[in-house]
């Protein structure tokens, strides 16, 4: 694991963020700008799905949980206090990281599937718990957020470009965070926790401290995505917020995309968010169920056949064409 | 107040036998094959439209569609061990989790596709029947379901401790390295597994059609309850699971009666919680993995 940033890399990075940048100047289509804005929005909850169950193995399907934490303390703050969302992003990133602290204590007791069960089973729960409390947060039937037009200081924007950066700005700090985790003796250490955990203990790890920070991390950047796609959406209510669906694409794209690497989430979503808006153009939105009989299909075949996912098939394809590329750590 | 209490106890105690189908092969799979099978509520589905369709198209009873929704589900399941799970059995957890995980979502969703979201139900001529005892209402549907459940789990436990291939299921389930070394094929015995545990669920959708409506969700409802009931049973302990199942029916019926009708999911979910806050070995002993 070299500490050097490979001059390479570092240009093609560059490149990367510009085209980024540049996209919505190119495309005018707001359609498009809405898929655009999915494909980050996905890639930013499934990097930080990643660094927790991606590098430390530990298999959230609870992700909703931190998302609807988010998006309702920001809105709650917003209505009844009329604080900016900005502001509210990060209160909810600091209520979701507390929150994970008795989950994770709780969670932590079970490992394997029964962890990710327990996940299932916490943010199913706070979902109850939002729809039962309406005169807290407006039960079930949820509220719309007003519209105040143009007013960028309570994160609500005009025109789809605008929410474009902002979504990109996150995705991006995800992408740093990981980086940055990934270089560092922590990601040895969380990576040490999924391969082998009491392996890892044996050897000095401090497996149950490393879980909850990397857990609070995860959950923190969760609920930022909550808070934005609340405000995107002008709308908020309890199956949204906490839907199961968030929970399963936030793993889903990271374990398509390559479980445990930087990228991979990101190309996973742009992988199944494409898929998902083709079959949208092709068979119309009339047939329920479609887009996750697809999803589960793919899921399948990358679990059968490559385990470790899209980046895993292009550092095969690199090795195989490219030639003697240098094998990286 | 009396009569209350043990009218929400009896609700709860009949629903619990169907629980306790699903934990049962829940519990079974993790204790032989070392993995959680998340798709068992999809079977419980498949189940209900098995049945529903032979009662619709054919007038068939769904009590005797158990005999075809049993075998049926028996063989997926030995399918499914022998095509998919077979390929991700290893140290690692990530594959078997979204393996199954998978499976459930492309069931639920097939479901979603073919028979749409609506809600099926058979009407049968016991369907609102009810035997009153001491002024207790005792549902008939309910009460048959019940009974079936109770003797297909005593059917079980015979298997598994009469015959040969249940004593290797349940030495594979104690050490499954040491089984394999007495000569027990693995995979053989992981095809019996799935296979049964299948069957079960599939009989509980049976079991369900004739009171309960079939929709492509409803896999849902159960299989949560049966993952509650299974860590609260001790996971791959098949007493534990029944056990814990006819707790977890009684204690949702008491929430229903006492704390209001959509509290019921509440108080699995307290149950879970509190369960692995405490005992997260469950009650029926031994470690928890």
Redesign the interface.
């Known amino acids: 694991m070299t500490q050097t940033i490979n001059p390479r890399h570092a240009i093609l990075m560059a490149i990367g963020i510009a085209i980024l940048i540049g996209l919505p100047m190119v495309v005018k289509s707001s359609f498009a700008i809405d898929i655009f804005v999915r494909i980050l929005l996905f890639a930013f909850i499934g990097t930080a799905w990643n660094l927790m169950g991606g590098y430390a193995k530990q298999l959230s399907l609870g992700h909703a949980a931190y998302f609807g934490l988010g998006a309702y303390t920001s809105t709650l703050l917003e209505i009844n206090y009329n604080v900016s969302p900005w502001l509210g992003m990060v209160a909810g990133g600091v209520v979701a990281a507390l929150a994970s602290l008795p989950i994770g204590w709780l969670c932590f007791r079970l490992r394997g599937p029964y962890f990710t069960i327990a996940t299932i089973a916490t943010a199913q729960a706070l979902m109850l718990i939002f729809l039962k409390f309406r005169d807290f947060a407006w039960g079930a039937e949820g509220t719309t957020i007003p519209n105040l037009g143009a007013a960028p200081l309570m994160m609500q924007f005009e025109n789809k470009d605008s929410y474009y950066y902002v979504v990109l700005g996150l995705l991006l700090i995800s992408l740093l965070i990981t980086w940055l985790i990934e270089r560092s003796w922590i990601g040895n250490y969380l990576v040490a926790i999924g391969e082998d955990e009491d392996a890892a203990e044996a050897i000095g790890v401090n497996a149950p401290k490393m879980k909850r920070d990397i857990y609070m991390i995860s959950a923190f950047l969760t609920a930022l995505a909550g808070t934005f796609y609340t405000q995107y959406i002008y709308f908020i209510d309890p199956a949204t917020a906490f839907s199961f669906n968030i929970s399963i694409e936030a793993a889903l794209v990271a374990i398509v995309g390559g479980i445990g690497t930087l990228w991979g989430p990101l190309i996973g979503t742009v992988l199944l968010e494409t898929t998902s808006t083709l079959l949208q153009s092709w068979l119309g939105s009339s047939i329920g169920g479609i887009q996750l009989t697809v999803y589960s299909l793919i899921l399948m075949a990358v679990i059968l056949w490559r385990p470790t996912g899209l980046m895993g098939m292009i550092g095969e394809f690199r090795q195989r064409y490219a030639g003697r590329a240098p094998a990286r750590a | 107040m009396f009569e209350t209490v043990a009218q929400a106890v009896i609700n709860g105690l009949l629903i619990g036998g169907i629980y306790a189908l699903v934990s049962i092969g829940v519990t079974l799979i993790f204790g032989v094959v070392k993995?959680?099978n998340?798709a068992q509520g999809e079977f419980v589905m498949i189940g209900m439209y098995i049945s529903f369709f032979l009662a619709n198209q054919y007038g068939i009873d769904p009590l005797l569609s158990l005999f075809v929704t049993m075998p049926v589900l028996f063989v997926m399941g030995v399918l499914i061990q022998h095509f998919?799970i077979r390929?991700?059995l290893g140290p690692?957890?990530?594959?078997?989790?979204?393996?199954t995980?998978?499976?459930s979502?492309?069931l639920?969703?097939?479901?979603?596709?073919l028979f749409?979201?609506n809600y099926r139900t058979v009407h049968t001529s016991y369907s609102d029947e009810a035997f009153h005892v001491g002024g207790l209402y005792i549902p008939e549907a309910k009460l048959i379901a019940f009974v079936v459940a109770m003797a297909l789990s005593g059917l079980l436990w015979l298997f598994l401790h009469t015959t040969d291939l249940g004593k290797a299921m349940r030495a594979a389930s104690q050490n499954r390295d040491v089984a394999m070394l007495m000569g027990i094929n693995p995979n053989r015995v992981f095809c019996v597994a799935l296979g049964i545990a299948l069957a079960l669920a599939g009989a509980a959708g049976s079991l369900l059609m004739p009171f309960y409506s079939a929709y492509?969700f409803v896999g849902q409802v159960f299989v949560?309850m049966a993952?509650?009931a299974v860590?609260l049973g001790t996971?791959g302990n098949v007493m534990g699971a029944l056990i814990a199942s006819l707790m977890m029916g009684i204690a949702e019926s008491l929430g229903i009666q006492y704390v209001g009708a959509?509290?019921g999911?509440?108080v699995v979910?307290a149950m879970?919680?509190l369960t692995?806050?405490f005992k997260?070995t469950g009650l029926g002993g031994g470690r928890?993995?």
């Open positions: 993995i959680v998340f998919l390929r991700v690692n957890d990530m594959p078997q989790i979204f393996l995980f998978a499976l979502l492309l639920l969703n097939l479901a979603l596709m749409s979201a492509p949560l993952f509650v860590v996971l959509d509290s999911q509440i979910f879970l919680l692995l806050a997260p928890a993995r």
